[in-house]
């Protein structure tokens, strides 16, 4: 749980830089995910449905995609073109993968995610990423003040731009942000009881610009992966 409500204030702490939120043109906020297949999309959709019952509104019903993060950091504006064509070449490289969600998870601040199943080839995937799209980052990103109240966070901020990579990846599909409806508790008891499972494949890569919430303002670029 504190892995998750850490890596969405480190989220809108990077994300604060998109160009969505009037940033400096030269520095932008890029999620680099994993693209979920239709079996899983299919389950944020039905999972919106029952919070909208509730009158909650998610990032899904908003327009915004469906997506698990792999890698997400600050990237000066000119590295663009690189990092497609670096994230282009992984690509190529991959086939399919299983993806799997397995109930929920609500956060001390009112985020709502989707589990994912957390795979030995997921975790792969994400740092294979990590490790290719790292030297093109912004290496002047400075850590947010409130870092202070987690030291051990600060090597891998400073190393690669982001706390949530190697053994602090938490892969998830977020469904809403500091949520104030206390209709969620409700949600929360019929999950508990019935939760929300699917299985599915990642079907490849995307890149995109980001909101302060971490969610997809603009796809850049998405790679699919050959089928075997």
Do not use: C
């Given at each position: 749980m504190m892995r998750r409500a850490f890596f969405w204030g480190i989220s809108a702490a990077l994300a604060?830089?998109?160009?969505?939120?009037?940033?400096?043109?030269?520095?932008v906020s890029i999620d680099i995910y994993a693209i979920p297949?239709?079996?899983?999309?299919?389950?944020?959709?039905?999972?919106?449905?029952?919070?909208?019952?509730?009158?909650m509104t998610t990032f899904r019903?908003?327009?915004?995609?469906?997506?698990?993060t792999l890698y997400l950091t600050q990237y000066p504006a000119s590295a663009l073109?690189?990092?497609?064509?670096?994230?282009?070449?992984?690509?190529?490289?991959?086939?399919?993968?299983?993806l799997a969600i397995d109930g929920t998870e609500r956060t001390p601040t009112n985020w709502l995610f989707?589990?994912?199943?957390?795979?030995?080839?997921?975790?792969?995937?994400?740092d294979e990423v990590t490790l290719a799209a790292e030297p093109l980052r912004d290496h002047d990103l400075a850590p947010p003040a409130w870092m202070k109240d987690y030291p051990a966070k600060l090597p891998a901020f400073q190393r690669?731009?982001?706390?949530?990579?190697?053994?602090?990846f938490d892969p998830h599909?977020?469904?809403?942000?500091?949520?104030?409806?206390?209709?969620?508790?409700?949600?929360?008891?019929?999950?508990?009881?019935q939760p929300p499972r699917a299985q599915g494949q990642v079907d490849g890569i995307g890149i995109a610009l980001v909101d302060a919430n971490g969610q997809i303002v603009r796809t850049l670029a998405e790679y699919h992966f050959r089928s075997r």
């Open positions: 604060a830089s998109s160009p969505a939120l009037a940033a400096p043109a030269d520095k297949s239709r079996p899983i999309v299919a389950a944020v959709d039905q999972a919106s449905a029952d919070l909208a019952q509730l009158g019903q908003r327009g915004q995609a469906v997506h698990a073109p690189r990092l497609k064509a670096t994230i282009a070449r992984l690509a190529r490289g991959h086939k399919r993968l299983p989707l589990r994912v199943v957390h795979t030995p080839a997921l975790q792969r995937l994400a690669y731009g982001s706390p949530n990579v190697f053994m602090q599909l977020t469904l809403l942000a500091n949520e104030a409806n206390p209709a969620l508790a409700t949600y929360m008891a019929k999950t508990g009881q």
